[in-house]
């Protein structure tokens, strides 16, 4: 059997936020009780400045690989590879950027659930590229959030971004003239650039707020400041492992093994054995993206494509309607 073909507008159907959330609980619970795999991102790096990225995980019933290639200047390019775990069978090929925007906000969404105080209802968001909407949509899905504020780099990415997010999710969205302005009182805040260097201060950063920091998954870039890492009362992280190879944010701010030892993993937390303790604590989840979120979303989206002979998927109505014109 042709193995199933799912384009990103399939993704994009077949995977809505609030269930990657739910999928990403059960993955990190798996993972923690030793139920699942997973191995950390690889990179090949060429001197064009091309590079290959690539990482792997399984669960009790599939695995799979996704590999990704980027230029600076051209762009990425996303395909993950889904096997089943009973007999190694190829079962579907998936086109991944949206799978990667989806899971990533969902991990975030994720964390922010299990860490930031019920009653937050203000978000700052600095950055409106790649990950932005998503990472929006998973802080709608989880906290009641009245208000947003959005800051980047570029005036025209952040004007467009504002639009398209009052459009899409009827909240209201405001874009102020500094990123201060934007972090200032926030009750969460989320950080989704490709900055090198930290995009908020220590100061701006109010007692009692949850961090999401997603953008940066190398060891030598960043987006918060050490004093910052270090004001948080918890750092959660996706995979201890991965961390240690790539999270900028905490390689440059860590002072030794101790501080290691101090971080929790999404695992944990979802246990019960950490967690918030004070209303008033800075609580910081440093998010780098690991294979088991997509091995576990796209096992979910396998099971719900429908397949015509060739393998290209097609949407449940349509499907029916072409039973119904073959009878």
Known sequence: MNPLYLTEDDVRQLLPMRKCIDLLRTAFTQLAAGEAINQPRRRLILPTRSALHYMAAADARYFG??????????????????????????????EANQLGQIRTGAASGLATELLARPDCKSLALIGSGFQARTQLEAMLAVRPIESVRVWSRSPEKRAAFVADARRQFGTSVESPSSAEAAVGGADLLVTATGSADPVVEASWISAGTHINAMGSNQ??????????????????VDSREQSRMESGDLLLAFGGEEDWAATAELGDVIA???GRSQPQEITLFKSNGIALEDVTAAGYMNGRGKKEGDGRFIPEAAAAARLRARR
């Open 65 to 94: 690989i996704k590999a990704y290639s980027t230029h600076p200047t051209y762009g990425a390019h996303f395909l993950f590879l889904l096997y089943g775990a009973e007999d190694a069978a190829l079962l579907a090929v998936l």
């Open 272 to 274: 019960g054995k950490r």
């Open 219 to 236: 060891a030598r870039r960043r987006e918060l400041p050490a004093e910052l890492v270090r004001r948080a009362s918890l750092i959660v």
